[in-house]
Nanobody
């Protein structure tokens, strides 16, 4: 059974940091591109960042560029999202997702439709 499990969410003050992890079981994560998405209350889900299967290509939403860093450890079947300089507008449930698709353009991974598997999400709350 394929499972993606996010962890590391919590409550942090503005300017603080959190480190989210996405651990995969039942699949070899190195064969998948991985994306992080988030959904705030009353808002639609939005793309945050994507990393390709090898870790050689990343694509960040403008809202998090320079503050968030995605990385992956294929040996451990995990992907990590380091979030620094957090702002109240970063408050949301964060989801990781895995895509088996192979696109030449990173922007193709900004759509949630291309992902095959999703985690249950982890809550991130940034207090002002």
């Amino acid at each position: 059974q394929v499972q993606l499990a996010e962890s590391g969410g919590g409550v942090v003050q503005t300017g603080g940091s959190l480190r989210l992890s996405c651990a995969a079981s039942g699949l070899t994560l190195s064969r998948y591109a991985v994306g992080w998405f988030r959904q705030a209350p009353g808002k639609e889900r939005e793309f945050v960042v994507h990393i390709n299967w090898s870790g050689g290509t990343t694509d960040y939403a403008d809202s998090v560029k320079g503050r968030f860093t995605i990385s992956r450890d294929n040996a451990k079947n995990t992907v990590t999202l380091q979030m620094n300089s957090l702002k109240p507008e970063d408050t949301a449930v964060y989801y990781c997702a895995a895509s088996a698709a192979r696109f030449s353009s990173s922007s193709s991974y900004r759509s949630g439709d291309v992902y095959n598997y999703w985690g249950q999400g982890t809550q991130v709350t940034v207090s002002s």
